[in-house]
């Protein structure tokens, strides 16, 4: 089996990208790929205002046309050219990329965008050996909740926004699903709503969205109140939410309260132990009070059984779902 091409070169994430002759940009969120080149255009940018941009598309590259871009100008602006489709990238795109990254031009940044897999191979194992002063910016996909609240706050701290902590929950729980939607609706939020972003803000921008969440769903049967969770169960799933991903919160929201039944350490100790956000910590200790041990055991095992019915093991999951609900409010009864 071939060796694996050492690494030897700085590694950034996309929040904390910076300028270097090569940067070269990989991983799964495209998104956040963007967010980091952006960054870096900026931060060259706020150095000299003269800054031309250039893209070239790997994919159709024309010979030349790199060196044309990268050719010291006439007046000596700064030059910042973003290479997109990297791994798609022609065989001429490949041998003249290897040429310049063995001499890169000292006023000229390219940032090379690679969405995996193995075309340009060579180039990224070049780069990473440490040929002409790369770095790496490494957007991994946001999985977590704790992923997205974190990136959510970065995007308002970056923006120079105040939102409130309940208000950033609400707005990652409502868009919980997909990172770029979550990238969206900040930015939404960012350019139209005026002063403190608050819960209210939230409701009357995402109402609907926020209110048919299955972790609405989820709050209101671990607190008790069946009703107000049928309710929203029954107009999340009129409104196209599927089942599958609901019973999973109720799962992992269980689970969770499970591990800290009993447990007297901070919400700091316990959040790298347990890979959730010190917030869902304090959360879910709310959550269980009331709570037994026994009933914890029997809700969580209700939910598994919902999990097989959703997935095709009951003529009903509909049925099979508001029963689980049923079940767990009744444990959740103060």
Known sequence: MAAKAKNSIPQFTWSTAE??????????????????????RESLRAVDASLEVSDIDASSYTPGQLLTLASPSLFGEPRLIRVSDVEKCNDEFLLEMLDYVASPDRDTTVVLRHNGGVRGKKLLDTLRAGTGGAVEVVCAELK??????????????????????????????????SGSELANACQQLIA???????????????????EATAFKVVDNAVAGRLGDSLVILRHA??????????????????????????ERRSAGELAGALGAAPWQIDRARKDLQGWTETGLGNAI??????????????????????RMVNVVARYGRR
């Open 192 to 210: 139209d709503a005026q002063g403190e972003i608050t819960d209210r803000t939230v409701e009357d921008y995402y109402g609907g969205r926020v």
């Open 144 to 177: 977590s909740d704790n992923d997205k609240y974190d990136f959510a706050a970065q995007e308002f701290r970056h923006a120079g926004r105040n939102i409130s902590s309940s208000a950033l929950r609400s707005l990652v729980q409502a868009f919980s699903g």
């Open 19 to 40: 300028p270097a002759p090569l940067v070269l940009v990989t991983g799964a969120e495209s998104f956040l790929a963007d967010r980091a080149t952006q960054r870096i």
């Open 301 to 322: 095992e209700v939910i598994a059984e919902t999990d097989a019915n959703v997935k095709g093991a009951s003529r009903d999951p509909i049925y099979s779902l508001e």
């Open 237 to 262: 799933l009129q409104t196209g939410a599927d089942p599958v991903p609901i019973v999973a919160t109720f799962a992992a929201k269980l689970r969770l309260m499970a591990k800290l039944f009993g």
